[in-house]
T-cell receptor, first 113, second 114 residues
Framework: GENVEQHPSTLSVQEGDSAVIKCTYS??????FPWYKQELGKGSQLIID?????GEKKDQRIAVTLNKTAKHFSLHITETQPEDSAVYFC????????????FGDGTTLTVKP | DAGVIQSPRHEVTEMGQEVTLRCKPI?????LFWYRQTMMRGLELLIY????????DSGMPEDRFSAKMPNASFSTLKIQPSEPRDSAVYFC????????????FGDGTRLSIL
């Protein structure tokens, strides 16, 4: 099955700095890569996703880059704000099982004011 | 629009008791997922349904766990008998057309088995 590794597990940055979280995956046939944000006491929410036909996607301060050859994708948050503090998860659904996403172990991001 | 709705939000019960968690997916979504989240194991997929039919239950820990989806707007996850190691946050999520589309998560049920 799909194996997803996420790094780092914790990340602390100063407000205004950038944050980068990286995920690697094993199934070369995977073609959809979402990123979720989980705030304390809540369920995860999709913040950005990318499909394998593009290498980068941006939405205001958030961007995702994909390197299909190396099988990794990264979340970039610029001009971080305290409200960006949360746990972030990547996911990579294997093509062999239409419903089964494998999630990374999560990155706890702390943005210090 | 209403998101995925889970109930109860918190459940505290003694070991050996039956626990039933409930989920209402987003209307029109054809996939429903049950996850368990713990510090040790992260987010684990327990089971998922497509059009109310269980497709993959390989993540269900053991026979004490069962899940049903009697109709498109309701699913339950049942633990009987419950054990302290079942303590976790259980999430339900739904999506349109499977895992190649965004999943929409409920706010979870925090389960504590004493």
């Amino acid at each position: 099955g799909e194996n997803v590794e996420q790094h780092p597990s914790t990340l602390s940055v100063q407000e205004g700095d950038s944050a980068v979280i990286k995920c690697t995956y094993s199934d070369s046939a995977s073609n959809y890569f979402p990123w979720y944000k989980q705030e304390l006491g809540k369920g995860s929410q999709l913040i950005i996703d990318i499909r394998s036909n593009v290498g980068e996607k941006k939405d205001q301060r958030i961007a995702v880059t994909l390197n299909k050859t190396a099988k990794h994708f990264s979340l970039h948050i610029t001009e971080t704000q305290p409200e960006d503090s949360a746990v972030y998860f990547c996911a990579a659904p294997p093509q062999s099982n239409a419903g089964k996403s494998t999630f990374g172990d999560g990155t706890t991001l702390t943005v210090k004011p | 629009d209403a998101g995925v709705i889970q109930s109860p939000r918190h459940e505290v019960t003694e070991m050996g008791q039956e626990v039933t968690l409930r989920c209402k997916p987003i209307s029109g979504h054809d996939y429903l997922f049950w996850y368990r989240q713990t510090m040790m194991r992260g987010l684990e997929l327990l089971i998922y349904f497509n059009n109310n039919v269980p497709i993959d239950d390989s993540g269900m820990p053991e026979d004490r766990f069962s899940a049903k989806m009697p109709n498109a707007s309701f699913s339950t996850l049942k633990i009987q008998p419950s054990e302290p190691r079942d303590s976790a946050v259980y999430f339900c999520a739904s999506s349109l057309r499977g895992s190649n589309q965004p999943q929409h998560f409920g706010d979870g049920t925090r389960l504590s088995i004493l």
